[in-house]
């Protein structure tokens, strides 16, 4: 199927929902309504709700997805601070008319810079977060790796595409066959839709700053060959001095965007980790 074609029937298939930010919406799409707990998957930084495209189908079926753009990104406006609270603002209030009262706490899933955004939203409204499972997220303090990014501007054709799949393979995906035709199509129209800059909401301490005042469980899933953030041990050890048991799942023979690299294996770490009764850090 055409990209875009694929794109807008999973769309199709979502009950859309906004809700204030700002000085307008936030977006929200909702998959699998009645069919277990609901869950939230967080995007990554430049990314929206298609960062999830190639699990949504599955997860749907186990869990209500509710999946948002976030504040300054997709189809969502900006918050009304370019900061961690004004975005925390908006994703509480969202969840709490679109999840309802008695959809709250909520189990909380987020992809790299998504990750950042809900661990500061569980710390800074505790109401709302049940427990929560970081992907690939930086703002660890450890070590950065070296993503490698080219020029895409000014290019066309075969040209353009072999940029866009080098810069899939120098910082998304690992495997050549990974930067597929979808994963291609969604690159530039997601980055270019991003208006928040989250570079220094995320690098070099955010999350690890944040952590001690996360009162539920945080869990984690890495991709064992994770570019921006390498070296799954000491990521692993800089959230165990936080939360000593804390689960820490390595997607072998992924990279950083490993839910879309290894959608099954990512699905199941989550779900099993989702099935477990949470836990209070000590």
Not at 106 to 124: K, P, Q, W
Not at 252 to 271: C, K, T, V
Request: net charge neutral.
């Amino acid at each position: 199927m055409d990209p875009q074609a694929f794109l807008d029937a999973l769309d199709s298939q979502a009950r859309r929902a906004q809700t204030p930010c700002g000085d307008g919406t936030m977006v929200w799409r909702i998959w699998g309504e009645g069919r277990g707990q609901p869950l939230v998957l967080a995007h990554g930084a430049q990314g929206s709700w298609t960062h999830w495209v190639r699990n949504i189908e599955r997860l749907s079926r186990h869990r209500t997805l509710i999946v948002p753009d976030l504040p300054g990104h997709g189809d969502s406006a900006m918050p009304s601070s370019e900061d961690h609270a004004g975005i925390s603002a908006a994703l509480a209030q969202g969840l709490h008319i679109v999840a309802g009262s008695q959809g709250l706490p909520i189990d909380l899933c987020g992809f790299s810079f998504g990750g950042v955004a809900l661990a500061h939203l569980a710390a800074l409204h505790p109401d709302v977060a049940r427990r929560l499972v970081i992907v690939g997220c930086g703002g660890l303090g450890t070590p950065m790796g070296n993503p490698r990014l080219g020029r895409i501007s000014g290019l066309a054709g075969e040209a353009r595409r072999a940029a866009l799949k080098a810069n899939l393979l120098g910082l998304m995906l690992h495997h050549p066959e990974s930067a597929d035709e979808l994963a291609i199509h969604m690159l530039l129209p997601t980055a270019k839709a991003a208006r928040l800059h989250a570079s220094p909401l995320v690098v070099p301490d955010r999350l690890v700053r944040i952590l001690p005042d996360i009162r539920v469980a945080v869990d984690a899933i890495w991709g064992a060959l994770d570019l921006p953030h390498p070296d799954p041990a000491a990521q692993k050890a800089v959230l165990r001095a936080v939360q000593p048991d804390a689960e820490f799942r390595i997607i072998d023979d992924a990279g950083h965007w490993a839910m879309y690299e290894r959608p099954q294996a990512f699905e199941a770490a989550l779900l099993d980790i989702l099935a477990r009764p949470p836990r209070t850090p000590g």
